[in-house]
């Protein structure tokens, strides 16, 4: 059974940035692929970013250029960093794991550990 716990989350100006964090316990770094995803007031959780066990990333169109995901397998811990944020980026960020090695989906039915999300808050 995997754990995650996310942190990193705040509150920035346009154009700035934040690093989010990801803790994974309870896994083996060769058997699952992760994502992050952010869900926005009054709309669905979304995928924003994924990763598989072999280091291939997957952004949606909306990140890319911008965000980065990766994977530190010693510290074990998931990271998005976040440059050039929006105010439409505003959301809570969940990261995810999923029990396939070579996903690279970003479609919540994909995932099936959570973490509880961390706020961030981009004002303009």
């Known amino acids: 059974q995997v754990q995650l716990v996310e942190s990193g989350g705040g509150s920035v100006q346009s154009g700035g940035s934040l690093k989010l964090s990801c803790v994974v316990s309870g896994h083996s770094d060769s058997e699952y692929s992760w994502a992050w995803f952010r869900k926005a007031p009054g709309k669905e959780r979304e995928g924003v970013a994924s990763i598989n066990s072999i280091g291939t990333a997957n952004y949606h169109d909306f990140v890319k250029g911008r965000f980065t995901i990766s994977l530190d397998n010693n510290k074990k811990i998931l990271y998005l960093q976040m440059n050039g944020l929006k105010p439409e980026d505003t959301a809570v960020y969940y990261c995810?794991?999923?029990?396939?090695?070579?996903?690279?989906?970003?479609?919540?039915?994909?995932?099936?550990?959570w973490g509880q999300g961390t706020q961030v808050t981009v004002s303009a």
């Open positions: 995810a794991a999923a029990t396939e090695r070579y996903l690279l989906s970003l479609r919540q039915a994909d995932f099936g550990f």
